[in-house]
């Protein structure tokens, strides 16, 4: 595997000094963030990533995210914009791009109630407590989930709710079709893995369709194109959300396969009412395990990437919530020895 720690460029307080300094670390998981979605980026900034990745002792082969813009997830006069992701595709491998991570989540990219809930340890964490959830409408009250996209007025996700409402989620699974039948031949030709993040979570909130949540659903998505260019960034806390997935089974089943591009690793304890919080890493702190995911991935010579996805805010840290350095590098190397015991168990 290669391990890999997501970075959001010069303004990110974490530095890539620091990232270099976590044993093991390999990749920087980063993307150009001065850019609207369904634009492309400038091969400048590209060339400028790669070399103050490498300037620091990184590799720059990892890219989060090139986000879709919403006319292509909705069908709404999408050609070129799916030109213009295919560009990006392009744009990225000439700078020695292997991975590219998206989503294909309508309006909101995920959804927490709280970033800073309070464990008591004292860390801090996101959340999402349905309590916190209940009464809510988007359509009706002005509200602001923490994580959501400041860009949009009210009215303009009033506007996309209703329309993501009425294609409902067969027009979705169209539109994603149409898109992958068009980008994943560009990804092939450039030696690039596509890699779909999951729902976060994975249900829909809102009424709003959501069809990267099941074992079914991604099933279904892969067999849209069936080549390794259309692959999964498996997110295990993401997927983790709902209770009746069954992540270990999906990760033994989709490395077999080489459908794996890209893993998210991370906990999250749900909670009785279906209701989660961000934890640790750690098999025994949350409803994840992390010691069975990793022994499938071994098991099939898993060779793709993995970040520890969201930490908590501990000793003090403060920043960006989620992407702090000191609990992702503990993340990071609980992660390492998961995978030199599970190595070496295998070869005993
Ligand atoms: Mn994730």
């Known amino acids: 595997m290669k391990l890999s720690f997501r970075w959001y460029g010069e303004d990110d307080p974490v530095t890539l000094e620091y990232i270099r300094q976590i ?14 979605p369904g634009e492309v980026w400038s091969e400048e900034s590209l060339a400028k990533m790669k070399k103050t990745v490498e300037d620091a002792g990184l590799v720059f082969d990892i890219v989060e995210s090139v986000p879709v813009h919403e006319d292509i997830k909705l069908g709404r006069n999408a050609d070129e914009l ?5 560009e990006n595709i392009r744009r990225c491998a000439k700078y020695g791009v292997k991975c590219i991570t998206y989503n294909f989540m309508p309006v909101f990219d995920w959804t927490r109630t709280q970033l800073d809930k309070k464990a008591p340890d004292g860390s801090t964490s996101l959340v999402m407590y349905w309590e916190q959830m209940k009464g809510l409408d988007p359509l009706k009250d002005d509200i602001h989930l923490p994580g959501w996209d400041s860009s949009y007025t009210q009215e303009e996700v009033r506007e996309l709710i209703t329309a993501y409402g009425k294609i409902g989620e067969e027009g979705l699974w169209k539109n994603l079709e149409a898109f992958l ?9 450039c030696g690039v ?27 279904r998505m892969l067999a849209i194109v069936d080549s390794p260019a259309n692959s999964l960034c498996l997110c295990t806390g993401s997927l983790g959300c709902a209770l009746t997935n069954d992540i270990v089974r999906m990760t033994e089943k989709y490395a077999a396969r080489d459908r794996i591009a890209f893993m998210h690793m991370r906990n999250v304890l749900v909670l009785e009412d279906g209701s989660f919080e961000e934890c640790g890493h750690l098999s025994s702190g949350g409803s994840i395990d992390m010691y069975e995911i990793t022994k499938a991935l071994v098991k099939h010579g898993f060779d793709g990437y993995v970040r520890p996805d969201h930490g908590r805010m501990i000793w003090g840290e403060t920043g960006k919530p989620g992407y ?15 995978f030199e015991a599970c190595e070496k168990a295998l070869k005993d």
């Open 193 to 219: 893995r596509m890699a779909i993040h999951p729902d976060d979570p994975p249900y829909p909130i809102f009424g709003i369709p959501r069809i990267i949540t099941t074992e079914e659903n991604i099933d």
């Open 23 to 36: 044993p093991g670390m390999r990749s920087v998981v980063s993307a150009i963030y001065d850019v609207k």
């Open 82 to 86: 799916i030109e213009n992701y295919c």
């Open 324 to 338: 702090g350095l000191y609990d992702r590098a503990l993340g990071a190397a609980y992660i390492n020895g998961l």
């Open 181 to 189: 039948k068009k980008i994943i031949p560009t990804a092939q030709e």
